[in-house]
């Protein structure tokens, strides 16, 4: 890094972190590890404006006290990287160290932030930490329509996807297809017994097929496509369905299924959730040389574990030694009947992804997926290169729809289900996409439906939207008076579009030295907070940090607005705040952006 690239970097928290660490190296016994420097925003400003308790972890590491510590560090920080923007230091508690950083270093992060402007964040993943990454998610079979669950998951995946990508992962979003097995037969079935009662036959759906009226509608649309060609086949064998030849069920289930992944993929659309490659899991059974009865992927997959002396032969079926690594019990993979299992599948899908070159996996599962980590994580060790690291799974929990209070329960076989449609129909996009990252992943989600549409502070994304159209009927004033210090009153962000310039037609304004007012350090710190969220967001997978952060910032920039005029009679006063407005905005609009939700401009 340059030395002006360096002293640039000192404008934002993660820069001024990362200074830290350089000193803290200077310090540290030749060879000892060098913990991460991690700052955090005291409550009160007796404390200091940024703190770091990185002297306890480092004292334990260098054999010193951590006070000791936290005052070296201090003291050469200060005097070297930080002089003229750390006014003073302080050593608090065990061994905590406070900085005051001067009015400069506010000014100049402004500055910094708005020569950024939609780059603000961006790139924050060190290169050498950026990978080649491959997030699979929803991946629900094409039996029946997506529901309040499938969209925790598309919303949270399609979040964590914009995040890595914007801090500088290379990222691929994919939706696994499960369109081979025993639920897929079902719902053949289930499809042809619809088709048939359609057309008049008594053909009952079996009692373990899917028996949501949904179908329905799509065997509705088969006979609109294929009119009556299975008529004499589905009249010869009523009223069993088990009687209908095998080659004619197989054709209503690939054209239900494909029927099906058209709705998923409009209904995909609508929540703003775009997917780069679609695999089929039928699809690895295709092509190549067989081994043990096998083409294509899954052939691949079992011919290099054979390799390996990872398969062995027991009562009839073959199996994988995954009590080598780790499994409670070893695992089949070719059943007693010849049919492969799914985690055979899903072995050679994953194998299959390796292949293409991605360094590491993400798979968002659902709550019922829990015990099925363990041997997932057994095979990647029993494959090549045997690094069960490279494979991440994220298990989600439930959703709890609310409505007035009450619960309402779910059956995706007996058609008893909440639609992702019927859900951005009740509440809209904003809001579902809002609500459905509002907690970490490993925890029950409650949404409430009355709430998420409720046009008050109360409402989350209401709130946020709110601030954002505030400030851009700040900034439009502001253009329309010809810049900060004209002749205009704030409008209400309510009041809808007004005849003047849009907010971006504002240009970034210039400001020299001023005194920086402590509402004006507060939205400062927390707009240059932003890169640090984001950076914890992508290493916890957690999108629902974005989430916080954007509430606290919202009602950082409330706080600023009640008692910071921006049309002030200084011209510099009025030009800093008219930047900080800018900035708040920007990030605002950036952190909806990220978690797949609308910035308007006027509400």
């Given at each position: 890094?340059?030395e002006r690239?360096?002293?640039?970097?000192l404008?934002?928290?993660?820069?001024?972190?990362?200074s830290?660490?350089?000193?803290?190296?200077?310090?540290?016994?030749?060879?000892?590890?060098?913990?991460?420097?991690?700052?955090?925003?005291?409550?009160?400003?007796?404390?200091?404006?940024?703190?770091?308790?990185?002297?306890?972890?480092?004292?334990?590491?260098?054999?010193?006290?951590?006070?000791?510590?936290?005052?070296?560090?201090?003291?050469?920080?200060?005097?070297?990287?930080?002089?003229?923007?750390?006014?003073?230091?302080?050593?608090?508690?065990?061994?905590?160290?406070?900085?005051?950083?001067?009015?400069?270093?506010?000014?100049?992060?402004?500055?910094?932030?708005?020569?950024?402007g939609?780059?603000?964040?961006?790139?924050?993943?060190?290169?050498?930490?950026?990978l080649?990454?491959?997030?699979?998610?929803?991946?629900?079979?094409?039996?029946?329509p997506?529901?309040?669950g499938h969209?925790?998951?598309?919303?949270?995946?399609?979040?964590?996807?914009?995040?890595?990508?914007?801090?500088?992962?290379d990222?691929?979003?994919?939706?696994?297809?499960?369109d081979?097995?025993?639920?897929?037969?079902?719902?053949g079935?289930?499809?042809?017994?619809?088709?048939?009662q359609?057309?008049?036959?008594?053909?009952?759906v079996?009692?373990?097929?899917?028996?949501?009226?949904?179908?329905?509608?799509?065997?509705?649309?088969?006979?609109?496509?294929?009119?009556?060609?299975?008529?004499?086949?589905?009249?010869?064998?009523?009223?069993?369905?088990?009687?209908?030849p095998?080659?004619?069920?197989?054709?209503?289930?690939?054209w239900?299924?494909?029927?099906?992944?058209g709705?998923?993929?409009?209904?995909?659309?609508?929540?703003?959730?775009?997917?780069?490659?679609?695999?089929?899991?039928?699809s690895l059974?295709?092509?190549?040389?067989?081994?043990?009865?096998f083409g294509g992927?899954?052939?691949?997959?079992l011919?290099?574990?054979?390799?390996?002396?990872?398969?062995?032969?027991?009562?009839?079926?073959?199996?994988?030694?995954?009590?080598?690594?780790?499994?409670?019990?070893?695992?089949?993979?070719?059943?007693?009947t010849?049919?492969?299992?799914?985690?055979l599948?899903?072995?050679?899908?994953?194998?299959?992804?390796m292949?293409?070159?991605?360094?590491?996996?993400?798979?968002?599962?659902?709550?019922?997926?829990?015990?099925?980590?363990?041997?997932?994580?057994?095979?990647f060790?029993?494959?090549?290169?045997h690094d069960?690291d490279?494979?991440e799974?994220?298990?989600?929990?439930?959703?709890?729809?609310l409505?007035?209070?009450?619960?309402?329960?779910?059956?995706?076989r007996?058609?008893?289900i909440?639609?992702?449609?019927?859900?951005?129909e009740?509440?809209?996009?904003?809001a579902?996409r809002?609500?459905?990252?509002?907690r970490?992943?490993?925890?029950?989600?409650?949404?409430?439906?009355?709430l998420?549409?409720?046009?008050?502070s109360?409402?989350p994304?209401?709130?946020?939207?709110y601030?954002?159209?505030?400030?851009?009927?700040?900034?439009?004033?502001?253009?329309?008076?010809?810049?900060?210090?004209?002749?205009?009153?704030?409008?209400?962000?309510?009041?809808?579009?007004?005849?003047t310039?849009g907010?971006?037609?504002?240009?970034?304004?210039?400001?020299?030295?001023?005194?920086?007012?402590?509402?004006?350090?507060?939205?400062?710190r927390?707009?240059?907070?932003?890169?640090?969220?984001?950076?914890?967001?992508?290493?916890?997978?957690?999108?629902?940090?974005?989430?916080?952060?954007?509430?606290?910032?919202a009602a950082?920039?409330?706080?600023?607005?009640?008692?910071c005029?921006?049309?002030?009679?200084?011209?510099?006063?009025?030009?800093?705040?008219t930047?900080?407005?800018?900035?708040?905005?920007?990030?605002?609009?950036?952190?909806?952006?990220?978690?797949?939700?609308?910035?308007?401009?006027?509400?």
């Amino acid at each position: 890094m340059s030395e002006r690239s360096e002293h640039e970097e000192l404008y934002g928290l993660t820069g001024l972190g990362r200074s830290l660490e350089r000193t803290l190296a200077t310090i540290m016994p030749t060879g000892e590890p060098l913990p991460a420097v991690e700052l955090t925003l005291p409550p009160k400003p007796e404390f200091g404006d940024v703190s770091t308790p990185v002297a306890l972890a480092a004292a334990r590491l260098a054999r010193r006290n951590p006070r000791d510590l936290a005052t070296e560090l201090g003291e050469r920080w200060s005097a070297g990287p930080g002089a003229g923007i750390c006014e003073r230091f302080e050593v608090a508690g065990p061994g905590f160290l406070n900085l005051f950083l001067s009015d400069e270093w506010y000014l100049r992060a402004t500055r910094r932030m708005l020569a950024l402007g939609d780059d603000h964040g961006r790139d924050v993943l060190p290169a050498g930490s950026r990978l080649k990454v491959n997030i699979e998610f929803v991946s629900v079979n094409p039996t029946g329509p997506l529901h309040v669950g499938h969209a925790r998951y598309a919303s949270m995946g399609d979040a964590l996807c914009r995040l890595f990508a914007f801090a500088g992962h290379d990222v691929t979003r994919e939706f696994y297809v499960n369109d081979f097995g025993s639920q897929m037969a079902k719902f053949g079935q289930s499809l042809t017994a619809r088709y048939a009662q359609r057309l008049g036959i008594e053909m009952p759906v079996p009692d373990d097929g899917y028996l949501g009226e949904y179908l329905l509608e799509v065997a509705d649309r088969l006979i609109a496509d294929v009119g009556e060609r299975y008529r004499e086949a589905v009249a010869a064998a009523a009223p069993e369905v088990g009687r209908v030849p095998a080659a004619v069920v197989d054709e209503i289930k690939l054209w239900g299924r494909d029927e099906i992944l058209g709705r998923f993929r409009h209904t995909l659309g609508r929540l703003r959730v775009p997917f780069d490659v679609w695999t089929s899991e039928a699809s690895l059974y295709d092509g190549g040389t067989a081994h043990r009865g096998f083409g294509g992927e899954v052939g691949k997959a079992l011919r290099e574990l054979d390799a390996d002396g990872e398969l062995f032969d027991a009562d009839g079926a073959v199996w994988l030694r995954t009590t080598d690594y780790g499994d409670d019990k070893d695992r089949v993979l070719i059943r007693q009947t010849g049919a492969p299992t799914y985690f055979l599948s899903d072995i050679a899908y994953h194998r299959d992804k390796m292949d293409r070159g991605f360094e590491h996996l993400i798979d968002i599962w659902g709550a019922d997926h829990h015990g099925y980590v363990p041997r997932m994580k057994a095979s990647f060790t029993a494959l090549p290169p045997h690094d069960p690291d490279r494979l991440e799974l994220i298990i989600g929990q439930l959703v709890n729809l609310l409505e007035s209070g009450e619960a309402r329960r779910m059956s995706k076989r007996r058609g008893d289900i909440v639609t992702v449609d019927d859900l951005v129909e009740a509440i809209g996009v904003d809001a579902v996409r809002f609500f459905m990252v509002g907690r970490s992943h490993d925890s029950t989600l409650d949404l409430d439906l009355d709430l998420a549409v409720e046009q008050s502070s109360k409402n989350p994304v209401y709130y946020v939207q709110y601030a954002h159209a505030r400030i851009c009927s700040v900034l439009r004033n502001l253009a329309a008076a010809d810049g900060p210090g004209g002749d205009s009153s704030d409008e209400d962000a309510t009041s809808g579009e007004v005849a003047t310039p849009g907010a971006a037609a504002l240009a970034p304004p210039a400001f020299d030295e001023i005194a920086v007012g402590p509402y004006e350090r507060d939205l400062v710190r927390t707009l240059a907070r932003f890169p640090l969220v984001v950076l914890e967001a992508v290493e916890r997978r957690g999108p629902h940090r974005v989430h916080a952060y954007l509430g606290e910032l919202a009602a950082e920039f409330h706080v600023f607005y009640r008692n910071c005029r921006v049309l002030t009679d200084d011209p510099e006063v009025a030009a800093f705040r008219t930047g900080l407005c800018i900035a708040a905005r920007t990030t605002l609009a950036k952190g909806l952006e990220l978690l797949g939700v609308s910035a308007p401009q006027s509400m």
